[in-house]
């Protein structure tokens, strides 16, 4: 069966003591965890004494499916290392453990997982390391901010299947490492306000359009622009549109900031996959309900929408 191993890590400013007392209690996890996010009324059980080897941490849900993780082995302000048994989507088991240690740029988090796919899912490997990594990614920044803050200010509300009315979106398409987003669309939407106001052309909320996502060099295909408020005769040199007619897609509503949004987008694939649904190639989008020039970043509102197929 095929080896999978993923490891993803983050910097933390707080006392090691701060970080290991956090990782090793399993009822801090609800608070941080990347995959409650779109179920928090999964069921959730932990042991009386949840910093204590031998104490585990169980859930049960419609979109989180069902499994337990366990405290093998706990070294104090050093490590913390688990076992995960997966009963569903499909019985499976991996060895899961955190390090933490001192570092000449501060007191390093990392989280690992490691294990064997079924022999039915070998040709998944690679994808299951890049979306594993990715969530890993999204529960360190909550961990993160949990830990140095005492409470993560970002919720994800899960709408579910929603009608769309046509939608078309003016902006300057690109393509980029997935990573590189925050620091490529802040000037996009600059250069795409300015040429439209050039062009005496009004425009709508901040938005932007995800194409196509790579899942082996993590590329992403995506428009950041705006929405039309009319029609667009002569179309500005430089921008394109996207058009969507009306349809029906997944909404989910993300309130705080921008680097959070990664868990209104994996709520929503969630619930695709629950569903079975199969998502629109034509493109899916996200519409910024404020203007974060303005709006402190924990009130940010943001609207979801992965598109389905008929």
């Known amino acids: 069966m095929p080896r999978f191993h993923v490891r993803r890590s983050t910097l933390v400013e707080a006392p090691l003591a701060d970080i290991y007392s956090t990782v090793a209690d399993y009822s801090t996890w609800p608070a941080w965890s990347p995959w409650l996010v779109a179920e928090p009324d999964a069921e959730i059980t932990i042991s009386p004494k949840p910093r204590e080897i031998g104490a585990s941490y169980s859930w049960k849900g419609d979109l989180v499916g069902e499994g337990k993780i366990t405290h093998l ?30 570092t000449h740029d501060g007191n390093l988090l990392a989280w690992n997982m490691e294990g064997k796919l079924p022999w039915f899912l070998f040709w998944m490997k690679s994808q299951m390391e890049t979306f594993i990594g990715m969530d890993y990614e999204r529960g360190l920044k909550m961990l993160k901010e949990y830990i140095e803050t005492g409470e993560v200010k970002a919720e994800t509300r899960l709408h579910g299947l929603v009608d769309v009315e046509p939608v078309e979106i003016v902006g300057i398409r690109q393509r980029c490492h997935r990573r590189e987003l925050s620091e490529k669309m802040p000037p996009l939407f600059q250069q795409v306000h300015d040429l439209l106001e050039q062009a005496g052309l009004e425009h709508g909320r901040g938005a932007s359009v995800y194409h196509h996502f790579d899942c082996k060099s993590e590329e ?13 005769v002569d179309l500005p040199e430089g921008l394109s549109l996207w058009s969507l007619p009306a349809t029906q897609a997944i909404r989910v509503e993300q309130i705080g900031p921008y680097e959070h949004l990664g868990n209104a987008w994996s709520a929503a ?22 203007d974060p ?13 992965v598109t389905v197929k008929s």
């Open 73 to 102: 082995h706990l070294e104090p302000d050093e490590s913390v290392r688990d076992e995960i048994r997966f009963a569903k989507p499909f019985r499976s088991r991996a060895d899961v453990w955190f390090e933490i240690r001192q």
């Open 293 to 305: 020039e303005t709006t402190p970043a924990d009130e940010l509102k943001t609207d979801v929408y």
């Open 220 to 232: 992403m295909d995506f428009t950041s622009g705006f929405e039309c408020n009319a029609p667009l």
């Open 269 to 290: 694939h969630q619930f695709l996959r629950y569903r079975k649904l199969k998502e629109n190639p034509a493109g899916s989008f996200e519409v910024y309900q404020n």
